[in-house]
């Protein structure tokens, strides 16, 4: 690679009494329970910067000297790796390699599954000969597969009715019974995707390739968006799960982009506020974590530790108890107790009451997962977060369409 404005290890943190270890991410794995489990079962302090997904990337490609170990998601990189900003992780460091699922290391969970459109981890996952991404194995990663799942939308069947479990469709998105009291996820690399399965399940739009549209396609859906928007549609757009929540409580909602975390937060309106299970299938996305270009030393490390740390099961016990799925499934059944086993992963009904990470009630007694069993939910994938060979044009257009929605831009 040609690394554009990187120095080199000496941005690394000073050694003074214990070790430091910078990690940039999100809210989704950077949790303050996992950074102090992390920092108890490793020895050395975990410094982590929380950042929205459009920010936290940015920084990743055009600061690589602020942290360590970038914590977020295989469709950031086509842009961060481009920059040169990341190395490639050697797998024989990995203690648990051989044990990351197929749905990573080959597209699906098995052979007949189908692979869904967009950016299925594993065609960024292998660092090919020359530097490149691809998914013929090699002994070099870009990314580290860790958390991942499948989303869709939250309804409330006070307007869509109770017992239309079976027609759930992403057309929702648009319908005419939440006008005014839809909302959408602002970024640009799954926004974008809900939108598209909103307007081909509606028969508005069709896509030749929905994980990766053309220009033309890419001013028809924007020109759709755009006219649902003059006519009412949109009431806003949310950056976090947790605004995404806060939009359920406040009754400021019908329909919307929702994930997981979400649903355990709905206070009084969880009877009524419902996950679907998209006839048309999920929008699935997969996070993992990268090594900066220039780490060496002590500091890298200290970076394997904190990866292979991760792969262990009590991580993935706090990400299954937000809804996530781990890379690595058979530790993780050993740090959940068997209803939460049974519900997370079995998708039956819950035995009990379902703490979240942070302690409070998250499901209740008589619950079952939306979308049934992981067998059931990871075979239904229909496309992929994905950044489209036209990623620059659409976030463009995307960001316009987003400053109108909330007023900022005429």
Known sequence: ?????ITPDLASPAIKGRRKLRVLGTAITLLDQVKK??????????????????????????????????????????????????????????????????????????RYAWRGHGDAPVKKLYVQPGDSLGSEPQRHISMLPTVYNLDSFGYDA????????????????????AKGRIALVDEPAIGLFDAALAAEAAGALSFADVGNMTVAEIDALMALLE??????YFHTMWKSAADAGQLVRDHRIDVQSMWSP?????????????????????????????????LSGDT???????????????????MARQGYYMSVIDPVHAHLNDDEWAYWYNGEEAQSDLLGPAGQTVVKLGAR????????????????????????????????????????AP
């Not at 000297?65 to 050697?90: A, E």
């Not at 203690?95 to 990573?104: A, E, H, P, Q």
């Not at 394997?304 to 706090?318: D, H, I, K, Q």
């Open 300 to 318: 890298l490390d200290m970076a394997y530790e904190y990866m292979n740390w991760w792969l262990t099961g009590w991580s993935g016990a706090v």
């Open 37 to 110: 489990k992390a920092e108890a079962d490793l020895g050395f302090d975990l410094e982590f910067e929380v950042l929205d997904f459009l920010t936290c990337q940015g920084k990743a490609a055009l600061s690589p000297q602020t942290y360590d170990v970038y914590d977020q998601c295989f469709h950031n990189l086509d842009i961060v790796w481009f920059w040169g900003s990341l190395q490639p992780i050697d797998t024989q460091r990995i203690t648990l390699w051989d044990k990351v699922s197929d749905l990573t290391k080959r597209g699906g969970i098995s």
């Open 158 to 177: 006070r307007v869509f009715g109770y017992s239309q479990r079976q027609s759930e469709s992403w057309a929702w998105l648009f319908d005419e019974r």
């Open 369 to 408: 997962r939306s979308g049934g069993a992981y067998l059931e939910r990871t075979n239904r994938i229909a496309v992929w977060n994905t950044v489209m060979d036209e990623h620059n044009y659409a976030a463009r257009a995307w960001g316009r369409f987003v400053e109108r929605v909330r007023g900022v």
């Open 262 to 294: 979400a649903y355990g937060d709905l206070g009084g309106e969880t009877p009524h506020f419902i996950e679907a299970v998209p006839m048309e299938g999920y929008r699935a996305w997969h996070g993992g974590m990268s090594l900066r270009h220039g």
């Open 227 to 232: 006219d649902k928007r003059q006519k009412g």
């Open 1 to 5: 690679m040609s690394p554009k404005n």
